[in-house]
DNA sequence: ACAAGAATTGAACCGCAGTTCAGTTCTTTA
DNA sequence: TAAAGAACTGAACTGCGGTTCAATTCTTGT
């Protein structure tokens, strides 16, 4: 029985598994999901087509990993941010901070994971990925709340309505640098980043 | 010189026109964008697949308009019950209940609006569709900075974040509503609306 | 009634990107 | 080195839905 599948070539496959998504990566950061077709992504990843679904039984499935290990990337960022702030109302502004800080250094991943259309499939991961957000942000919450930092509250409703508060302030600028070719990240207003740390910190009901 | 277009055929267009908005409108809030393919529209308004096209000059002209006239509807509900109300922190818990009132009633209508992926034609139409709402909710904030009831604040921050606030807390449910043939709309938790009521005043400063 | 021209029809067309697969190359074991 | 079988290649295939257009049906003014 000629053929038993080594370590060497199992090692080499898995190799390929991650230039594959290492590519598309780098695809959907530069273009977005519009631009990541899968004979781009092969080209970019030095192999054919084809070979693309040696590792990923279908786009949809490739797309939704790449989804998944940039939103990792991103919440973690975040929550680390947050974990290492004492107070709820610095966690939440250092939150903010890295957040704004990381999509506008990035806008069209940002815009990526925040809004761009994307089949069905993976917009199902958008929700995890919210969700995700949603629970670092809860975790400072319940903090601020134990130490009495923080009036009692709906911790999950606000928490979900932080994520979609700081979203949506970012969504309007993202969507026209994302549009626009090439240009200077910040289409956003000078205070914006300071009043929505305000507006984030009122509306836990932190006294500052 | 015969036949110069008459005002009988100039009404009868017109009519074909809206029958063709109608239809199209209707797919919309059954299916979804999805849903909605030309031929479709075509059967549903009675006339044939290319007679579409005497009307609008592309499928994306059409959808774009389909969902300018529902979005509309909704901000013109929502500005109407803002306006109703004496103080803001009322205003805004009116413009909460009217709507996700409004999103748990037709929720396919309101996923379609709020998150459904859609080509980036479309995809504008939803930043207008969104900036509408947060004008509306700016003017109520405003109106509560005048009279002081309502601390100064950056209001168009503060009207973006509660937009963002406030589609969060749906856009879960309603993604699970909407991929769900057709199921009781109400995955929403209990006492979400209240407390996400309390969440918006509080995070305006509103002393309740 | 008839000619001129518009509106309507719906089947055929087309472009595109995801997917497939027969042929080729490479890796392993004996 | 040879045979067995996997991995890789990339051109061809496919399915789908938006779009087109030659043929047909209506409408209008003389």
Redesign the pocket.
């Known amino acids: 029985?000629?053929?038993?599948?080594?370590?060497?070539?199992e090692a080499?496959?898995s190799a390929?598994r991650e230039r594959v998504l290492a590519a598309a990566l780098a695809i959907v950061a530069e273009h977005g999901y519009a631009g990541?077709?899968?004979?781009?992504v092969?080209r970019r990843a030095?192999?054919?087509?084809?070979?693309?679904?040696?590792?990923?039984?279908?786009?949809?499935?490739?797309v939704a990993e790449v989804f998944r290990t940039a939103s990792q990337r991103e919440v973690d960022a975040v929550a680390r941010a947050a974990s290492l702030e004492r107070t709820a109302a610095e966690g939440i502004a250092a939150v903010i901070e890295t957040f704004t800080g990381r999509a506008l250094r990035a806008p069209r991943m940002a815009y990526a994971l925040l809004a761009e259309p994307v089949d069905p499939a993976v917009d199902a991961e958008r929700l995890v990925f919210r969700r995700a957000y949603a629970e670092a942000i809860a975790r400072l919450i319940a903090r601020g709340v134990a130490t009495g930092e923080l009036p009692g509250q709906d911790i999950e409703v606000s928490a979900a309505a932080l994520v979609g508060a700081i979203g949506e302030a970012l969504v309007g600028p993202l969507a026209a640098s994302a549009s626009a070719a090439a240009e200077a990240p910040s289409g956003l207003p000078h205070d914006a980043i300071p009043n929505l740390i305000t507006f984030a910190q009122r509306s836990l009901g932190a006294v500052t």
Chains 1, 2 share one sequence.
């Open positions: 029985m000629p053929y038993r599948r080594t370590p060497r070539v080499r496959l390929s990541c077709s899968v004979a781009g092969a030095g192999m054919a087509t084809g070979s693309v679904y040696r590792h990923f039984p279908s786009k949809a499935d490739l």
